[in-house]
């Protein structure tokens, strides 16, 4: 079990940053972790994934704007996020995936958080 709790949204205008921060807690490491937003009416989007050696993955509309990092000291993962578009618009999800070797491209959520809304106004 792993239990996650996301912080950082709010409001900001285009071209802006917010930097979102999820605490975690039980069974993560050696997991995939990522970003997930979803907005009501539209699919899920995978934003960005890490495994546990540090390597990262990005939707192609985040990639350039969005990085994700962890601090395993601290049991914390973050997504920072620049250059901040109106379509970025979106609750957003932190999640734990698959284990690490079985690669964390493919965006597979298995646990995730209550989310965090960021809004995006032009």
């Known amino acids: 079990q792993v239990q996650l709790v996301e912080s950082g949204g709010g409001s900001v205008q285009a071209g802006g940053s917010l930097r979102l921060s999820c605490a975690a807690s039980?069974?993560?490491?050696?997991?995939?972790m990522g970003w997930f937003r979803q907005t009501p009416g539209k699919e899920r989007e995978g934003v960005a994934a890490?495994?546990?050696?540090?390597?990262?993955s990005y939707a192609d509309s985040v990639k350039g704007r969005f990085t994700i990092s962890k601090d395993n000291a601290k049991s914390t993962l973050y997504l920072q996020m620049n250059s901040l578009k109106p379509e970025d618009t979106s609750m957003y999800y932190c999640?734990?995936?698959?284990?690490?070797?079985?690669?964390?491209?493919?965006?597979?959520?298995?646990?995730w958080g209550q989310g965090t809304q960021v809004t995006v106004s032009s």
């Open positions: 890490i495994d546990d050696v540090g390597r990262t």
């Open positions: 039980g069974t993560y490491r050696g997991y995939c």
């Open positions: 999640y734990r995936g698959v284990a690490s070797w079985l690669g964390c491209r493919n965006y597979e959520y298995n646990y």
